[in-house]
């Protein structure tokens, strides 16, 4: 099955680095997400952070916590994030942690791909199975 929506960001919270040195910084950020559309609810996102002296080479992972309800199915469930960016040529994995999901979304596996339009819209499409 597939899912499509937006999602908004908010209280993007950046810890000062916890480690800098020659230039490259480590850093945890967290923030919180509203999604709309198939998958309506919250999250709530803890990252790390890799920040280079190149400024399209970075990297995050993240784990998001999604409370709420996907095509009528009230539950909750984890997703991980593993992104790169290589000189900008970037690469994003945003996968569900198998066996996160509680409530009817019990057995949630899949993918979410995530988008990012030129006006900065957030877009989602998340392939999954129950």
């Known amino acids: 099955m597939t899912a499509k929506g ?10 000062q680095p916890y480690e800098d040195r020659d230039g490259v910084t480590l850093g945890l950020v967290t923030m919180t997400k509203t ?4 998958l309506t609810g919250t999250s709530l996102v803890t990252l790390m ?3 280079t002296p190149v400024e399209d080479s970075r990297s995050y992972v993240a784990l998001e916590r999604v409370e709420g ?10 997703v991980q994030h593993n992104a790169v960016s290589d000189r900008g040529a970037q690469s994003l994995r945003v996968s569900v942690v198998p066996d996160s999901a ?3 979304l019990t057995g949630l596996r899949g993918e979410m791909d995530i ?5 900065g819209g ?3 499409t998340f392939d999954y199975t129950l």
Do not use: M, Q
């Not at 937006?6 to 810890?15: L, P, Y």
């Not at 309800?69 to 984890?78: A, E, H, K, N, Y």
């Not at 988008?115 to 006006?119: E, R």
């Open 122 to 124: 957030h877009s989602y």
């Open 69 to 78: 309800t996907l095509d009528g199915r009230p539950g909750s469930f984890v």
């Open 49 to 51: 952070v890799a920040s």
């Open 6 to 15: 937006t999602f908004d960001t908010a209280n993007w919270n950046a810890e």
């Open 115 to 119: 988008v990012i339009d030129a006006d």
């Open 102 to 104: 509680t409530g009817e």
């Open 35 to 38: 999604f709309h559309g198939d």
